[in-house]
């Protein structure tokens, strides 16, 4: 088929990068001209495990352009996803769709005959009915143009092998030759037995938003087990496995640390509670809440067991904060519970070297004031502690023997329970976890 894809952000380049890669032929549009160049060129802006590659072959082959012409796009294509971002609103709780409406105003007009337009973005309910009834005023076609919400369900960091390999598809559509389309584009996925749930609008509009949430309640509720452990002189590394052995319960995101952040989870999970209490589920929205509001409260106990390490106050501290990105995998700082640390504990008067082996370009934007290093080794010189704060590989794979001598003290605090803890302290190193005993 002849798509296009609008929106290129951390939701659109995969995507259409996907959508070549399975064989069709791809148009991306985005308002920014340098962003566009850059694509086009097969420079890719994002860190995603794949992504150059995918998105260099295909530009290369003709298969993938981009543009910044809406009309361009409705021109060359019959069916249009939507990609664009949904922040949250001014009130700090729901979906700001402003960029999905205006996507569509933009693209509506130049629709001259049958299409099918597939948003993928996250938002509220009934917004799928107010965009079929923009769209078909503003487009020449009509009621020939359908519109579909197909929610995407990738992980950032995943985000090329959930395009090319998802554990499911959702649909939500009024129309035949809605379906007919949908089916017709992921043709390559469901013949490979990945499943499609064909539903309503609103039940795939809320998918993406419950099991987001969902998995915001998960590692909240673990964080609030971790808080008890650590006053009890519990180990939570041993309470998740006992938990986890349960099927019904399951070990994934079951892993005790600062929080989680990101451009989706946090604002799906206010946005949902949200949700829940505009259809007026008030036990719902206090619920979710509740895991909003754990989530919150981790920087501060992450502050906690800095100080109980160093034995001292913060104030003149020099430490050494492994991780900037919300997640291993990603450049992505959007409401990073690492870098928010950082800024926490430099406010708190601490002198703070940042690391992050791939987001550090990205935290430098976002945080100017905090000091970086790009060399591993380097960054523990003269640290009072380290304090590992994304669960990134390379800090797992490092030798704790080789970097003992660097820091004033080999004092390491795990923010994200994620080291051999035996291994760190045979070399030397006094290790500190949340939810876990100082041995």
């Known amino acids: 088929?002849?798509?296009?894809?609008?929106?290129?952000?951390?939701?659109?380049?995969?995507?259409?990068?996907?959508?070549?890669?399975?064989?069709?032929?791809?148009?991306?549009?985005?308002?920014d001209q340098a962003k566009v160049d850059?694509?086009?060129a097969g420079q890719c802006p994002i860190f995603e495990e794949g992504l150059p590659e995918l998105l260099a072959r295909h530009t290369a082959s003709g298969r993938l352009r981009f543009t910044t012409s809406a009309q361009e796009a409705a021109e060359f294509a019959e069916l249009h996803f939507l990609g664009v971002g949904t922040p949250i609103d001014a009130d700090g709780r729901s979906y700001d769709t402003g960029q999905v409406f205006g996507a569509v105003r933009q693209l509506a007009p130049h629709l001259t005959g049958p299409c099918t337009i597939v948003g993928k973005s996250?938002?509220?309910?009934?917004t799928t009915s107010r965009l079929t009834e923009l769209a078909q005023r503003l487009a020449p076609a009509g009621d020939r143009?359908?519109?579909?919400?197909?929610?995407?369900?990738?992980?950032?960091?995943?985000?090329?092998?959930?395009?090319?390999?998802?554990?499911?598809?959702?649909?939500?559509?009024?129309?035949a030759s809605a379906e007919k389309a949908v089916r017709e584009v992921y043709a390559?996925?469901?013949?490979?037995?990945?499943?499609?749930?064909?539903?309503?609008?609103?039940?795939?509009?809320?998918?993406?938003?419950?099991?987001?949430?969902?998995?915001?309640?998960?590692?909240?509720?673990?964080?609030?087990?971790?808080?008890?452990?650590?006053?009890?002189?519990?180990?939570?590394?041993?309470?998740?496995e006992i938990l986890g052995i349960d099927?019904?319960?399951?070990?994934?995101?079951?892993?005790?640390?600062?929080?989680?952040?990101?451009?989706?989870?946090?604002?799906?999970?206010?946005?949902?509670?949200?949700?829940?209490?505009?259809?007026?589920?008030?036990?719902?929205?206090?619920?979710?809440?509740?895991?909003?509001?754990?989530?919150?409260?981790?920087?501060p106990v992450a502050l906690a067991l800095v100080a109980d390490a160093l034995g001292r106050p913060l104030k003149g501290a020099t430490l050494t904060v492994w991780g900037a990105a919300f997640k291993p995998g990603t450049n992505d700082v959007r409401e990073s519970p690492a870098l928010a640390l950082a800024q926490a504990l430099r406010k708190a008067g601490a002198r703070v070297t940042v690391h992050d082996p791939q987001a550090t370009a990205t935290a430098m934007r976002r945080s100017p004031e905090l000091e970086y290093t790009d060399d591993l080794h380097a960054s523990l010189t003269g640290a009072d502690a380290v304090v590992l704060a994304t669960e990134w590989p390379e800090y797992r794979q490092a030798d704790p023997a080789a970097l003992a001598s660097r820091p004033v003290r080999p004092v390491m605090v795990d923010?994200?329970?994620?080291?051999?803890?035996?291994?760190?302290?045979?070399?030397g190193w006094t290790v500190h976890q949340i939810g876990r005993p100082t041995r």
């Open 1 to 31: 088929m002849r798509v296009s894809v609008i929106g290129c952000g951390h939701l659109g380049i995969p995507h259409a990068a996907a959508m070549a890669e399975i064989g069709h032929e791809v148009i991306g549009v985005d308002t």
């Open 38 to 40: 850059s694509l086009n």
């Open 122 to 126: 996250t938002v509220t309910a009934g």
């Open 145 to 175: 143009v359908d519109v579909v919400w197909n929610p995407e369900f990738l992980r950032e960091g995943h985000a090329v092998e959930d395009s090319l390999r998802p554990d499911r598809l959702v649909a939500g559509l009024t129309t």
């Open 188 to 240: 390559p996925l469901l013949a490979d037995g990945v499943p499609l749930f064909v539903t309503s609008p609103e039940t795939a509009e809320l998918a993406k938003g419950a099991a987001n949430t969902f998995l915001g309640l998960k590692i909240s509720f673990v964080n609030a087990v971790a808080d008890m452990c650590q006053a009890a002189g519990a180990d939570v590394t041993e309470l998740v």
């Open 247 to 299: 099927a019904r319960i399951g070990r994934g995101s079951m892993s005790p640390g600062i929080g989680y952040g990101g451009g989706c989870l946090p604002k799906d999970v206010r946005a949902f509670t949200a949700s829940a209490r505009d259809l007026g589920a008030e036990a719902a929205a206090r619920l979710l809440r509740a895991a909003e509001e754990i989530n919150e409260a981790r920087v």
């Open 415 to 427: 923010c994200r329970t994620t080291l051999d803890a035996d291994r760190w302290r045979t070399a």
